[in-house]
């Protein structure tokens, strides 16, 4: 994908018209989910499947093992904090998302997770800075909002 669709998309993302971001975020998200190929999608479909049915250390050896052979492969470190978010294990989450942000520094999905683990854990100033980061690059995402004014309140 080329750095001038990915701009492209980015500037989307601002538009006034709902119906733009929206298909800017889809397109955005198929392109992160694609990174590595028909291979990279199975795996994370797999993952994803075995997740569903309650198979939860066998969707984490999956994604363990793709982002073991495809390190760079944001989405992989992405679904994997996800699945470690929904056990409660937010510092494996925050660590994973940290790794997403800096494989790839516009993914909205590991901002808003980064930042569901900080308020989990109370941390809502570290919640707000990440939330924020988020809306630089999603400015009429409600959710983000929603939690800054959310997180703001717990601090007063």
């Not at 590595?36 to 479909?45: D, M, P, S, T, Y």
């Not at 944001?74 to 942000?101: P, S, T």
């Not at 516009?106 to 988020?134: D, K, N, P, W």
């Amino acid at each position: 994908m080329s750095d001038s669709r990915i701009a492209s998309l980015l500037k989307n993302l601002k538009d006034p018209h709902e119906d733009v971001r929206d298909q800017a975020t889809e397109d955005l998200w198929r392109i992160w989910f694609g990174q590595k190929g028909a291979l990279g999608l199975e795996a994370i479909r797999r993952s994803q499947l075995l997740l569903e049915t309650g198979d939860v250390l066998n969707a984490e050896a999956v994604l363990s093992e793709l982002i073991e052979s495809q390190p760079d492969f944001a989405e992989a470190w992405n679904r994997r904090a996800v699945l470690h978010y929904m056990q409660g294990r937010y510092r494996a989450a925050i660590a994973d998302c940290e790794r997403v942000i800096r494989l790839n520094p516009i993914h909205f999905g590991a901002l808003h997770g980064l930042g569901l683990c900080h308020v989990a854990l109370g941390e809502y100033s570290a919640a707000i800075a990440v939330f924020r980061q988020a809306l630089e690059i999603q400015p009429f995402s409600l959710a983000h909002q929603r939690w800054i004014l959310e997180c703001t309140a717990k601090l007063s």
